[in-house]
C-alpha cells in the first residue's frame, strides 16, 4: 500500500516498513492497524496476521533483520514449529545416539562370571547378541568396541589393562595430528574415560601401577591392531 506521508521530519522508526521515498511512504503502519481494527470493531491488527504469513511463507527477511525474522515471525509460528518438529526430534535423537557410542555400554561387576567369555578388555555375557555380528556367526567386533557392547562385563580384574590402555591412547594425542588421534582413536578413549570415570578416578590410578608384563604386551597388540577378534 503507498499513501501520502502526513509528517514528513523525523528519522525512519519502525523498520519493518520500507523506507519512505519524499513525500510517499509503504506499507501499513502500526498506528493504521490499529486505526482500522478500531474503526471495524476489531480485536486487533489484520494486517499483522497477513504479514506474519507472508514472511513464514518467504522464509526469508524482507524489511527486517534477521534476527526480528527469527524472534518475532518464524519461531513464535505455529506452523512452522509443527515442520519443524520431527527435524529437532531426530536431531536430539542423532545426537544421543552419538552420545551412547561415545559411553561405556557395558556393565561394571565385581568378579568374573565362569559363564562368561574371556576378551582383552571385557568379559562377554554373550557373542551371539551383539550389535557387530560376523559374517560367520559370532561378534566381528575389535576388542576395543567390546567396551561399547551391553553385554560387556568389566571387573577388577580388567582395570589395570584398561587403565594402562586409556593412558596410552591419551598419549597418542601428541604423537599424531589431531585429526588423526580424533578419527581413529577419539571414541575408545572417551569410553575408557567413562570407565574411569564409573570406577572411580582414584581407584583407576591405583589400578594402572598394578599393570602386569601380560598386560602391557596386549595394550601394545591393541594398539597396533594386532589383536583379532
Request: glycine residues 10%; proline residues 7%; hydrophobic residues 35%.
Amino acid at each position: 500500500m503507498t499513501a501520502r506521508a502526513v509528517r514528513q521530519k523525523g528519522g525512519r522508526r519502525d523498520m519493518d516498513r520500507p523506507p519512505a521515498v519524499g513525500p510517499l511512504v509503504f506499507g501499513v503502519s502500526s498506528v493504521d492497524g490499529k486505526s482500522w481494527a478500531s474503526e471495524h470493531k476489531l480485536s486487533g491488527s489484520p494486517f499483522r496476521q497477513i504479514r506474519r504469513t507472508t514472511v513464514t511463507h518467504e522464509r526469508k527477511p524482507l524489511q527486517h533483520t534477521q534476527g526480528t525474522h527469527e524472534s518475532v515471525y518464524v519461531l513464535p509460528d505455529q506452523k512452522v514449529q509443527q515442520a519443524s518438529q520431527q527435524i529437532f526430534e531426530d536431531g536430539a535423537l542423532e545426537a544421543l545416539g552419538q552420545a551412547k557410542k561415545t559411553f561405556f555400554g557395558g556393565h561394571l561387576t565385581q568378579g568374573p562370571d565362569p559363564a562368561h567369555g574371556q576378551t582383552a578388555t571385557a568379559d562377554c555375557a554373550d557373542e551371539t547378541t551383539s550389535a557387530w555380528p560376523a559374517p560367520g556367526g559370532g561378534c566381528g567386533a575389535d576388542f576395543l568396541l567390546c567396551l561399547a557392547c551391553p553385554n560387556a562385563h568389566v571387573h577388577p580384574g580388567h582395570h589395570p589393562r584398561l587403565a594402562l590402555l586409556h593412558g596410552h591412547i591419551q598419549s597418542l594425542r601428541s604423537a599424531m595430528p589431531e585429526h588423526r588421534w580424533h578419527q581413529r582413536w577419539y571414541e575408545h578413549w572417551q569410553r575408557l574415560d567413562d570407565l574411569a570415570d564409573k570406577v572411580g578416578r582414584p581407584s583407576w590410578t591405583a589400578a594402572r601401577s598394578r599393570a602386569s608384563d601380560t598386560d602391557r604386551t596386549l595394550v601394545d597388540l591393541l594398539l597396533k591392531g594386532q589383536l583379532a577378534s
